[in-house]
């Protein structure tokens, strides 16, 4: 038995009449793990299959292929998989209504988390990683509604 293809919707995919909107891309080792991570999980919308996957997640678009060489419009610019590992200098943050309940629903359906939701004043907050390690925070303001900060690091202070 194969898995069923999502049907493309391409009136849906990404593309302004005017101004601008972000999206994120990734690149994926396999497109079709991945998409089902970003629908399944955590309930985004398949908007074209492949080539490149699109997915509707919320009020956002995540895109996703393979790897590659480079191409003309990117000379000398290789697409390659992510290595995760202890370090990041990017992550993907989603703002939920209800962080227990999402905690909750997602690892029942599999994700896995770095940890569950911990209270951190402005915000209650937790990481989980995609199929390809992509770290993802999910957070829930709390403390920030009511116009507490998050604390500064010591490295942030002066002197």
Same mark, same amino acid.
């Given at each position: #038995?194969?898995?069923?293809?999502?049907?493309?919707?391409? /009136?849906?995919?990404?593309?302004?009449?005017?101004? #601008?909107?972000?999206?994120?891309?990734?690149?994926?080792?396999?497109?079709?793990?991945?998409?089902?991570?970003?629908?399944?999980?955590?309930?985004?919308?398949?908007?074209?299959?492949?080539?490149?996957?699109?997915?509707?997640? /919320?009020?956002?678009?995540?895109? #996703?292929?393979?790897?590659?060489?480079?191409?003309?419009?990117?000379?000398? !610019?290789?697409?390659?998989?992510?290595?995760?590992?202890?370090?990041?200098?990017?992550?993907?943050?989603?703002?939920?209504?209800? !962080?227990?309940?999402? +905690?909750?629903?997602?690892?029942?359906?599999? /994700?896995?988390?770095?940890?569950?939701?911990?209270?951190?004043? /402005?915000?209650?907050?937790?990481?989980?990683?995609?199929?390809?390690? +992509?770290? !993802?925070?999910?957070?829930?303001?709390?403390?920030?509604?009511?116009?507490?900060?998050?604390?500064?690091?010591?490295?942030?202070?002066?002197?």
């Amino acid at each position: #038995m194969t898995e069923p293809q999502p049907s493309d919707d391409f /009136a849906a995919f990404p593309a302004p009449a005017e101004g #601008m909107l972000v999206t994120l891309f990734i690149t994926v080792r396999q497109v079709a793990r991945s998409r089902d991570f970003y629908s399944r999980v955590l309930g985004g919308t398949v908007v074209i299959a492949e080539n490149p996957c699109t997915i509707r997640l /919320a009020n956002s678009w995540i895109i #996703m292929n393979p790897g590659g060489p480079p191409t003309p419009d990117k000379p000398g !610019i290789s697409l390659v998989d992510y290595e995760p590992g202890n370090t990041t200098s990017i992550f993907l943050n989603l703002r939920v209504a209800d !962080i227990q309940a999402c +905690y909750e629903e997602w690892k029942a359906k599999g /994700a896995e988390f770095v940890t569950p939701p911990m209270d951190r004043g /402005a915000e209650t907050r937790c990481y989980l990683r995609d199929p390809d390690g +992509y770290l !993802i925070e999910v957070g829930q303001s709390t403390g920030l509604l009511q116009g507490h900060l998050a604390a500064k690091r010591p490295e942030d202070l002066p002197g």
